[in-house]
T-cell receptor
């Protein structure tokens, strides 16, 4: 039973480029979350999605960041025109629907370095 | 706004020296309190979920307890492989996303 799969694990982008991070939830999970962890800081919530819907984006920066979870395929976190301050670990997590429990499981993360 | 405070920030123990990690929280209705372990360069690994005051859960050398204001992660006779950052998070009613504390970095020396 595969866990939450994230790719790429490591990504290097020059300032101004775009970064796309992908996440496939655990089998049977319909809820996806994205978190960001800056160096020496805690995990900060960014966005919560279900298939084709953004449910809670209260933690997303207003500009340059977007997320989607299409009907088919993985969830994508997209960062346009990256800046050095975007360098961080981005974690995706998933959970089943509420009838099956609410435990949230995390992937291994995608480490973005902006040079 | 949900808030989680973990203490201490860092803890160094000798192998076999038991101790406790604290997680204080404020939340508008607790749906669940979660403990995770995170190793360097890895994602958080789920340990426990606690749902109501008085609940306790155990796994090997770890035991988590919950009151209305805080949770404790007790580590009994720790081993060097228990060295990691331990994260506490809360989930409020009406909101699925977790709010995390900053974590406690535990180092267990042989």
């Amino acid at each position: 039973n595969a866990g939450v799969m994230q790719n790429p694990r490591h990504l290097v982008r020059r300032r101004g480029q775009e970064a796309r991070l992908r996440c496939s939830p655990m089998k049977g999970h319909s809820h996806v979350y994205w978190y960001r962890q800056l160096p020496e800081e805690g995990l900060k919530f960014m966005v919560y999605l279900q298939k084709e819907n953004i449910i809670d984006e209260s933690g997303m920066p207003k500009e340059r960041f977007s997320a989607e979870f299409p009907k088919e395929g993985p969830s994508i976190l997209r960062i346009q025109q990256v800046v050095r301050g975007d360098s961080a670990a981005y974690f995706c997590a998933s959970s089943p629907d509420s009838l099956s429990g609410n435990t949230i499981y995390f992937g291994e993360g995608s480490w973005l370095t902006v040079v | 706004e949900d808030q989680v405070t973990q203490s201490p920030e860092a803890l160094r123990l000798q192998e076999g020296e038991s101790s406790s990690l604290n997680c204080s929280y404020t939340v508008s209705g607790l749906r669940g309190l979660f403990w995770y372990r995170q190793d360097p360069g890895k994602g958080p690994e789920f340990l426990f979920t606690l749902y109501s005051a008085g609940e306790e859960k155990e796994k090997e050398r770890l035991k988590a307890t919950l009151t209305k204001k805080e949770s404790f992660l007790h580590i009994t006779a720790p081993k060097p492989e228990d060295s990691a950052t331990y994260l506490c998070a809360v989930q409020g009613t009406g909101r699925r996303a977790l709010t995390f504390g900053s974590g406690t970095r535990l180092q267990v020396q042989p």
